[in-house]
C-alpha cells in the first residue's frame, strides 16, 4: 500500500490564482480529511469527509472548496491564493467504523506571493 | 475548539523518561483518548491510544487517571529522535465527528 499520497510536495502561487491540491488513499478509509499548518502551530481542520458524495466544513473552511466524488481521493481547491492561505497542508484518512488512528501523508508546502 | 489542554513545551534528558501530560476535563463516556506526534515538518504519526485502562506498545504507554479527565503519555527511555511536538485528541470511535488537533507540547530531549 502507498498510503496517503499528496502532490504536489512544493508549490507557489501569485495572489489570485486557482490550484488543486491532490490527495489520494489506496487503503479504502471512508474518513478523510484536510489540515493547514502555518509556522510554528497546530494543525487546524479544514474540511472533512466521511465517504464519498459527503463532505463538511472544519475549523477553518474559508476559501477552500472539496468535493469526494470517490472514496480514494479527496481533492481541495484554493480558488483564488491570499497570502494568508501560506501554510504546509496535510491530508489524513482513516476508517470511520471501529477505533482507528488517522493516517497522514507528507504534506504539501504551499507560498502565494 | 480543541477538547484538550496540554503545556506549549516541555524539556526531558536523554535516557530518561518523558512523561507529556494532557487534560480532556469534558470528555464523554466514549471518547478515546489518542496521541499523535509531528516529528520535525512530517505528517504526524499515530503513537498510542486508549478508552480507560492503561495502555502499552512498543513506543510509548498511555496512563490514564480513573476519572479520565486528564491522561499521561509516557516515553520510557527518551532518546533525540523523540525530539518532536506530541498531540493530544479525543475521538468517539466510528462517529463522523470533526478531529481537532490542539497546539500540542513540544518536547524537547536534551543531550
Known amino acids: 500500500n502507498a498510503g496517503v499520497t499528496q502532490t504536489p510536495k512544493f508549490q507557489v502561487l501569485k495572489t489570485g490564482q486557482s490550484m488543486t491540491l491532490q490527495c489520494a488513499q489506496d487503503?479504502?478509509?471512508?474518513?478523510m480529511s484536510w489540515y493547514r499548518q502555518d509556522p510554528g502551530m497546530g494543525l487546524r481542520l479544514i474540511h472533512y469527509?466521511?465517504?464519498?458524495?459527503?463532505?463538511d466544513q472544519g475549523e477553518v473552511p474559508n476559501g477552500y472548496n472539496v468535493s469526494r466524488s470517490t472514496t480514494e481521493d479527496f481533492p481541495l481547491r484554493l480558488l483564488s491564493a491570499a497570502p494568508s492561505q501560506t501554510s504546509v497542508y496535510f491530508c489524513?484518512?482513516?476508517?470511520?467504523?471501529?477505533?482507528?488512528?488517522?493516517?497522514f501523508g507528507p504534506g504539501t508546502r504551499l507560498t502565494v506571493t | 475548539d480543541a477538547k484538550t489542554t496540554q503545556p506549549p513545551s516541555m524539556d526531558c534528558a536523554e535516557g530518561r523518561a518523558a512523561n507529556l501530560p494532557c487534560n480532556h476535563s469534558?470528555?464523554?463516556?466514549?471518547?478515546?483518548v489518542y496521541w499523535y506526534r509531528q516529528i520535525h515538518s512530517q505528517g504526524p504519526q499515530y503513537i498510542i491510544h486508549?478508552?480507560?485502562n492503561n495502555e502499552t506498545n512498543e513506543m510509548a504507554s498511555l496512563i490514564i487517571t480513573e476519572d479520565r479527565k486528564s491522561s499521561t503519555l509516557i516515553l520510557p527511555h527518551a532518546t533525540l529522535r523523540d525530539t518532536a511536538v506530541y498531540y493530544c485528541?479525543?475521538?468517539?470511535?466510528?462517529?463522523?465527528?470533526?478531529?481537532?488537533f490542539g497546539k500540542g507540547t513540544r518536547l524537547h530531549i536534551l543531550p
Open positions: 469527509s466521511v465517504g464519498a458524495g459527503i463532505t
Open positions: 489524513a484518512s482513516s476508517p470511520l467504523a471501529g477505533n482507528y488512528e488517522q493516517y
Open positions: 485528541i479525543v475521538r468517539v470511535a466510528g462517529r463522523d465527528d470533526k478531529i481537532i
Open positions: 487503503m479504502n478509509h471512508e474518513y
Open positions: 486508549g478508552l480507560k
Open positions: 469534558t470528555i464523554s463516556g466514549n471518547e478515546y
